[in-house]
């Protein structure tokens, strides 16, 4: 990839490893493949790595891979991705790196942001890198994950964590949600929004959002919640009760409040919370309103509001969320990034 003057794509380094899961492999190659600026050049450049020279790499279904990179180009990574694999050997079965794994691995340069899929998670943990931190995978594997792992902060029940550096997510399509997310942490929602759309996923499920679903897939005997959701979201600049919301459905607000949270995995109201947060995100990156207009538009009612509910989500300021995406979609934003802090 040639580069013009000083414009360098965001550097994504895949670490496929024998035994991986090829639709794995395949989520940060869509999702980072497609963010461009708007002189039309890519934000990022994805290659895949193995942790030997060029070559073959085993997969878990029946075919195999060639891989281009050895684990040298490791080095020039700005995020290092590491997907599942059935193969782990010792790091599954004993919590520690191969030979060759720690050696591939000991290229990646300090500072690299760093992001597992599933349990890709279990290479982190066994590398030392999620001890302290809170950490998620696989809700099938969280227990045998925290006993093998005691250091690390293991949480099943999110579809991902962002612990600023270091990055990880529950199984399989989970990975599509924690890529999205670096987009729109690196570029912004606008950015992101369009990814999802090509890719024909939703553009935002946040990660505190439940692994596993009672109910993912309502009985079709059963009213849902659908109307209530939609009402709501055209009404963000309003004052929304749950009462309101439940009377959409003809339902008591106690049915309502069961029936959401097993389809959507948390309560209405911090459902609320997060889609106040996406419009307000939205405005502040593509409006110039002021922070008091911001605020009322997505259903904050006051700047100090929208402030401590976007600290608490994004861990910025407002104004400061504005300033750093607002100037990152523009033509002239480089290649690396890091958490807007």
């Known amino acids: 990839m040639t580069y013009e003057g000083d414009f360098r794509p965001h550097r994504v380094a895949v670490?496929?490893?024998?035994?991986?899961?090829?639709?794995?492999?395949?989520?940060?190659?869509?999702?980072?493949?497609?963010?461009?600026?708007?002189?039309?050049?890519?934000?990022?450049?994805?290659?895949?790595?193995?942790?030997?020279?060029?070559?073959?790499?085993?997969?878990?279904?029946?075919?195999?891979?060639?891989?281009?990179?050895?684990?040298?180009?490791?080095?020039t990574a700005d995020t290092v991705i590491i997907p599942a694999s059935y193969e782990l050997g010792p790091v599954y079965e004993e919590g520690r790196l191969t030979d060759e794994l720690a050696v591939a691995l000991s290229h990646v340069r300090p500072g690299t942001r760093l992001a597992s899929i599933c349990t890709g998670s279990y290479v982190l943990a066994a590398a030392g890198c999620l001890d302290g931190r809170p950490a998620t995978t696989h809700w099938a594997d969280a227990e045998r994950f925290q006993r093998m792992f005691p250091k690390v902060e293991v949480d099943a029940n999110v579809l991902f964590i962002d612990d600023g550096d270091v990055l990880t997510s529950a199984g399989v399509a989970a990975g599509i949600d924690l890529c999205l997310h670096m987009v729109r942490r690196d570029f912004g929602t606008a950015v992101a929004n369009e990814v999802a759309r090509i890719t024909v996923v939703p553009p935002h499920r946040d990660g505190g959002q439940a692994q596993y679903v009672q109910r993912p897939v309502p009985d079709p005997q059963l009213a849902t919640t659908a109307t209530a959701r939609a009402w709501a979201l055209g009404r963000l600049h309003e004052p929304i009760q749950l009462r309101d919301m439940a009377a959409q459905e003809a339902m008591s607000v106690r049915t309502f409040t069961r029936r959401f949270r097993e389809e959507a995995g948390i309560s209405p109201?911090?459902?609320?919370?997060?889609?106040?947060?996406?419009?307000?995100?939205?405005?502040?990156?593509?409006?110039?309103?002021?922070?008091?207009?911001?605020?009322?538009?997505?259903?904050?009612?006051?700047?100090?509001?929208?402030?401590?509910?976007?600290?608490?989500?994004?861990?910025?300021?407002?104004?400061?969320?504005r300033r750093t995406f607002r100037s990152h979609t523009g033509p002239d934003r480089p290649g690396r990034s890091g958490t807007p802090r």
């Open 15 to 75: 670490l496929a490893l024998d035994g991986l899961l090829p639709f794995e492999l395949g989520i940060p190659h869509r999702i980072f493949g497609r963010p461009r600026d708007a002189r039309r050049r890519h934000l990022y450049e994805v290659y895949t790595c193995s942790v030997r020279p060029p070559g073959r790499v085993d997969t878990d279904a029946d075919f195999t891979l060639h891989v281009p990179h050895g684990p040298q180009a490791l080095a």
């Open 269 to 321: 109201g911090q459902w609320l919370t997060q889609q106040r947060v996406e419009r307000a995100r939205q405005l502040l990156e593509s409006t110039g309103l002021s922070m008091d207009q911001v605020a009322r538009e997505s259903g904050f009612g006051t700047a100090q509001s929208m402030r401590r509910h976007l600290q608490t989500a994004l861990g910025v300021t407002p104004t400061t969320y």
